[in-house]
């Protein structure tokens, strides 16, 4: 198992921080980016990368369909 962070601007990190302890906060807010700041296998990196962008592509997506639901109630 490995632990890996980001660094957010202060923005975001403003934003996250708000949010944090507000259960389904993944549903309100947009994906950030955020610069990958653990050292890890190269390996590890390349999937990770895969994988973020891939949860981060399904992220906006769903965001895309509740966005337009609500603009047709």
């Not at 962070?5 to 302890?21: A, C, G, Q």
């Amino acid at each position: 198992m490995w632990e890996v962070w980001v660094s957010l601007s202060k923005t975001n990190s403003e934003k996250t921080i708000e949010y944090w302890e507000i259960e389904g906060r993944e549903n309100e807010l947009e994906p950030m980016f955020g610069w990958l700041s653990t050292s890890l296998p190269s390996n590890i990196v390349c999937w990770t990368i895969i994988k973020l962008f891939w949860i981060l592509d399904a992220r906006r997506r769903k965001a895309n369909v509740r966005r337009k639901q609500a603009e047709n109630r």
